[in-house]
């Protein structure tokens, strides 16, 4: 991908199947989105989180409001981009605290959308996809993530995904 990166971590689920702040919960004594941020910043420009305000990094709210799933984060992402220079941005969610690092690197050797195929929430996204994904957003009543990656031609890439966590019990990485 050519161009500045912004790396945006999607935050803003109720987390309903986990039973609480999913993104907060303790793995290894940190919260979960922290591992998350300190796996995407090195590969990244600048980062944000998506949905959520946390610690000193950049907030961006889901857009065009909140409760619209993972694509409202994607949109904001976008949209911030777009208006500030920013070539593509890559998406992770907040709850996949173990992420190898040969899967920003795929990501980052794509010339156009991409992401994972087990876990399409994880991509590179070029910015001159932020006015059809605003009226994605608007219109479509499943706002599936699946479903607008293949609309804009996102290659599905066939890297393992990482542990997605979305109950307590999905892993054993959980501190109590």
Same mark, same amino acid.
Not at 1 to 18: E, P, W
Not at 104 to 119: E, I, N
């Given at each position: 991908?050519? $161009?500045?990166?912004?790396?945006?971590?999607?935050?803003?689920?109720?987390? !309903?199947?986990?039973?609480?702040?999913?993104?907060?919960?303790?793995?290894?004594?940190?919260?979960?989105?922290?591992?998350?941020?300190?796996?995407?910043?090195?590969?990244?420009?600048?980062?944000?989180?998506?949905?959520?305000?946390?610690?000193?990094?950049?907030?961006?709210?889901?857009?065009?409001?909140?409760?619209?799933?993972?694509?409202?984060? #994607?949109?904001?992402?976008?949209?911030?981009?777009?208006?500030?220079?920013?070539?593509?941005?890559?998406?992770?969610?907040?709850?996949?605290?173990? %992420?190898?690092?040969?899967?920003?690197?795929?990501?980052?050797?794509?010339?156009?959308?991409?992401?994972? !195929?087990?876990?399409?929430?994880? $991509?590179?996204?070029?910015?001159?996809?932020?006015?059809?994904?605003? !009226? #994605?957003? %608007?219109?479509?009543?499943?706002? !599936?993530?699946? $479903?607008?990656?293949?609309?804009?031609?996102?290659?599905?890439?066939?890297?393992?995904?990482?542990?997605?966590?979305?109950?307590?019990?999905?892993?054993?990485?959980?501190?109590?």
């Amino acid at each position: 991908m050519t $161009g500045k990166l912004l790396g945006a971590v999607i935050a803003g689920g109720r987390s !309903s199947r986990f039973g609480s702040d999913k993104a907060i919960a303790p793995i290894d004594g940190r919260p979960m989105i922290e591992h998350v941020v300190a796996a995407l910043r090195p590969w990244v420009d600048e980062l944000a989180i998506c949905g959520r305000a946390y610690g000193e990094n950049r907030f961006l709210p889901d857009c065009p409001k909140e409760g619209l799933g993972p694509l409202a984060g #994607f949109n904001a992402a976008l949209r911030y981009a777009a208006a500030n220079g920013f070539g593509a941005v890559i998406t992770m969610p907040c709850d996949t605290p173990r %992420v190898d690092p040969e899967v920003f690197a795929a990501l980052r050797r794509q010339t156009g959308p991409a992401c994972l !195929s087990d876990c399409p929430v994880i $991509g590179v996204w070029p910015v001159t996809l932020a006015a059809g994904l605003n !009226s #994605f957003v %608007v219109t479509d009543p499943r706002r !599936s993530v699946r $479903g607008w990656a293949r609309l804009v031609g996102a290659v599905e890439l066939p890297i393992p995904a990482p542990l997605n966590i979305n109950y307590v019990t999905d892993s054993a990485l959980l501190d109590d």
